[in-house]
């Protein structure tokens, strides 16, 4: 070995470890701007049609029940929001969704593993963002959606096809950077 | 003060003072002090182990059993079985690094119940495993299928095998090379200087050694 290249090879350590160090600092700004989330897991369902399902309504909330049958041949893309009353994160959201409600952009909501009283209550107090609503207490048709938390959240297009989930709550950045530029690519 | 003083606070204040102090002693207790320490020490260790067995004792069936409800589990221990060997090999999606047998995180034990329910339903195994895998995906897999989206990950023992071996016949190569080649031929200078020394002008010492 000439001693240019060893010298050379000296370096290498120091060149992995600026490759690692710049590698690090892409995936803490990916986290910073939520494109990237270590914990994140990609829905199994994406490309599908929404799971078949009939769930009962939210009595006392005014809005007519979510199922499957309402998810199929829309006018335009959807939002289906899984939520409850003690999930302190849905509040840091509730605001974006009453704001696309309030938009124009269809936001169905399912309650999961909630106490209808505490549903209520919750919509009572933080307003009620949902088009159509419905509760799943025992959390079954949640797993047919691959539901692992609340918030969860999925964009399915006029075809009904699941588009785009997001696990966890949807900040003013998500809405911007993530719900808008997929409500215009599936507008038409 | 007098260390035999039993019960008082000074009492055992005192005699601590005496334990540490054990030079001013006379030889005899002395020899009491360092059998008595023995004992101390040795009546400690046994406390100390008495402890830990205790406390493997208490956690030991936390780690050899499911975690859950009793009462979620089938009344067939054959069923019972199957449904715990698959359950081990299903992710918690939650707690992301346990399976649902080990996870008592709600959404653990739907999973566990829904695992019972198809086992009852008549579903073989690998039915179970495609209905849970239709809806979470390969994440809920604890062994990852073998497919080109997962080849880096089994690839990269083989890699990492081959890459060593590589590295391993490389430096042989080198050390061999190194080995054969020797040192590099006398210029015409250093053979005048040799023979000017009266030493034989092939690079060899007298003895035979290089020079």
Redesign the interface.
Known sequence: MSPASRRALLFAPFAVAAAGGVAFYGMLQGMKTGEYNP?G?????IGRNAPDFTLPPLDGADTPPLTSADLRNLPGPVLVNFWASWCVPCIIEHPQLVRLNREGVPVYGIAY?DRPEDSLRFLRQHGNPFRRLSRDEP??VA????V??VPETYLLDRQGIIRWRFAGPITPDVLEQDIRPLLRRHAS | MDPQTPGAASGRLASRNALVRPAALSVRARAAFAASARVVRTARLWRNAGRLVLLCGLLAPLSAHAVGNPADMLPDPALEERARNLGRDIRC??C?NQSIEDSEV??AR??RL?VRERIVAGDSDAQVMAFL?????D?VLLKPPFAWSTAALWATPVVAVLAGLGLIVAMRRRAAAVAGSGPPPLTEEERQRLAALGLPPTGQGQDGTRA
């Open positions: 914990r897991v990609p829905s199994a369902l593993k959390g079954r797993i047919d959606w691959g692992y938390g | 999606m939650v992301q709600g959404l739907d999973l829904i895998h239709a809806r979470y995906g994440f």
